[in-house]
């Protein structure tokens, strides 16, 4: 019935894309160039996460896919229909159930475990990019271990904004030899990358790179010693749906005179969270 | 080889040939070359074979027309580009003893960062133009192992208020400056880790008369006060008269004569530099 072969791609392809994520997972942090591939949706779009999704998924894996923690989003729905379509795996909203979490922009608030894959789609991978605009020099600087761009750019925006006004993607040194753009997620979502016990995958298709966090490596946010690197104050904060405190929450301005309220981002942990308390309300027993 | 007796920096055979030579110029015989230019292999000698001493404190003048490879010496010195051929070492480097030219990339970065200070003469060659003037200071501190936000910004306020930039425009960019504020902010940034060497491109060519007497002024004050040395490159004989203790007149990528600036001035033996001279007058 499906005119395509498993997963889309052909079995050379997938091939290829595996082999750029074994090198990847080889050297944590360091971007390994591929052959990113024409793909149904716009490149942008998600293009480089999906290509790692179709390059691994296999037809026990069950799926999750998120949009900046939105199971919901056209984005997310739309791709996640394309990987069901190419594969007819299950797919699931609750992160404790998936194989293979596809995210744009966030890293779940349910701690991952060994038995999970977290990928992470990347527009721009290269932490260089703002004080090297050549691709060439940008690696050889790699190479060198030679980060002041990096750092020159954190100091500026101190200059700028009083801060480090990173909102997102803000730059981390991984297993102390390359520093890595972590993606959009928010500094927030920073620390869950260190020692995490999934593996975590990049995929830029724009930019053809690939890198990779194996379970377990350290994953530091760059930071002056005298200016200590802080993710978004969450503090006083709960999510008026779930009652969820300490996690990362959208604010939303209500009609004038009321304040602004707070609601989850990880959309499919608020969920959980809601009918498990619907349940304990009930006077039924949680973990059924 | 090793650096001469009180030199900071020796050079010795340098060359710098973009082109591969053939067997005609190798040796840099004139009977085939056109100047510095072989037309059977289509080969420019930009620095063919130069050997020159800095010494502690001095400024040393290097003086040529156009296109006689004044920058490229520097931009080679510096590593922007890679020399041909030849020997450099530096007394504040390895004791002397090491030929930096054949240094890897790191090493040569760590020579820039720590030994060396550039000032171009195009302010867009040594300055990021949409960074606040205070980071680009802090860039050269920063590829020195800096990682102190307030010892960095207190380091670079000292020396943009050393070259005479109002504190109120220490956050702008330089792109919002005039030519002699940009120029001061390169040499604020080629201080900034005090560099034993300090590298000077035709600083204040292009610059009003009354801009350029400042800026002139100002290394001055900087080498009395510092004893840097510095290796001072202009086409133009005023500004070697008011800067150099000694000077090199170079062409077509040559020494022709080199002495006590005086000396060099008053009785010059080249008919190269006689004509450059009598420019002058
Ligand atoms: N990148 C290059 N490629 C080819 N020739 C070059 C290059 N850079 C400089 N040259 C040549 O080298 C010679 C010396 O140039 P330069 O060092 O800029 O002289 P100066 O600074 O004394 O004016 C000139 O003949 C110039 O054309
Ligand atoms: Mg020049
Ligand atoms: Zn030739």
């Known amino acids: ?288 | 080889m090793e650096t001469n007796e009180g030199a900071v920096l020796s050079l010795q055979n340098f060359r710098k040939q973009f082109g591969s030579g053939c067997e005609k110029c190798a040796d840099l015989d004139e009977r085939h070359l056109q100047r510095n230019y072989c037309p059977n292999c289509r080969t420019t000698y930009a620095c063919a074979d130069l050997s020159l001493d800095l010494y502690g404190g001095e400024i040393l003048g290097v003086v040529g027309e156009s296109g006689s490879g004044k920058s490229t010496l520097l931009r080679c010195l510096y590593f922007d580009e890679e020399a041909s051929s030849g020997e450099a070492f530096l007394q504040g480097y390895k004791s002397g003893q090491v030929n930096i030219f054949t240094e890897t990339g790191q090493q040569k970065r760590y020579i820039r960062n720590y030994h060396l200070g550039m000032v171009y003469q195009n302010p867009y060659m040594g300055l990021r133009m949409s960074f606040s003037s205070i980071g680009n200071i802090a860039e050269k501190l920063i590829a020195a192992g800096g990682r102190s936000v307030d010892a960095m910004t207190g380091r670079a306020a000292s020396l943009l208020h050393k070259v005479d930039i109002p504190p109120y425009r220490f956050l702008e960019t330089p792109a919002t400056f005039s030519g002699g504020m940009q120029q001061r902010v390169q040499i604020a940034k080629a201080l900034s880790n005090n560099p034993p060497i300090l590298l000077l491109d035709e600083i204040t060519t292009g610059l009003d008369l009354s801009v350029q007497a400042k800026v002139l002024d100002l290394i001055k004050g900087i080498q009395r006060e510092l004893r840097i040395s510095m290796l001072v490159v202009s086409h133009d004989l005023a500004v070697i008269r008011m800067l150099a203790e000694r000077t090199i007149v170079m062409l077509d990528g040559k020494i022709v004569e080199q002495g006590l600036t005086d000396q060099v001035l008053e009785d010059p033996q080249h008919p190269y530099t006689q004509k450059l001279v009598q420019s002058l007058l």
């Open chain 1, 1 to 288: 019935m499906n005119k395509y072969n498993f997963a889309f791609f052909d079995e050379q392809s997938k091939r290829e894309i595996r082999r750029a994520l074994l090198k990847a997972v080889a050297i944590p942090g360091y971007q390994v160039p591929f052959a990113s591939r024409e793909m149904p949706i716009a490149r942008g779009w998600g293009t480089g996460g999906l290509q790692v999704m179709l390059a691994i998924v296999g037809k026990k894996d069950v799926i999750k896919v998120i949009d900046q923690g939105s199971d919901d989003s056209v984005n997310a729905v739309s791709i996640r229909k394309f990987i069901k379509q190419m594969t007819g795996v299950l797919e699931t909203a609750e992160t404790s159930e998936a194989s293979i979490v596809q995210s744009r922009h966030r890293v779940p608030e349910v701690p991952l475990t060994g038995e999970q894959i977290l990928i992470l789609q990347v527009p721009i991978p290269e932490p260089l990019r703002e004080t090297e605009q050549s691709e060439l020099r940008a690696k050889r600087l790699h190479a060198e271990k030679e980060y002041s761009g990096v750092w020159l750019s954190l100091f500026e925006q101190i200059m700028k904004y009083g801060c480090t006004a990173t909102g997102a993607d803000h730059p981390t040194m991984v297993h102390e030899r390359y520093v890595m753009s972590p993606s959009p997620i928010p500094r927030y979502d920073n620390r869950k990358l260190n020692d995490c016990a999934a593996l975590i995958l990049f995929g830029a298709g724009r930019e053809k790179k690939i890198y990779a966090l194996p379970p377990y490596t350290k994953v530091e946010s760059l930071a002056f010693v005298d200016r200590p690197f802080v993710s978004e104050s969450m503090h006083g904060k709960i999510c008026r749906l779930c009652g969820a405190e300490g996690v990362f929450l959208d604010e939303s301005v209500q009609a004038a005179g009321a304040g602004p309220f707070y609601e989850c981002n990880d959309t499919g942990y608020c969920r959980q969270r809601q009918s498990s308390k619907s349940r304990l309300d009930r006077g039924e027993k949680s973990g059924d």
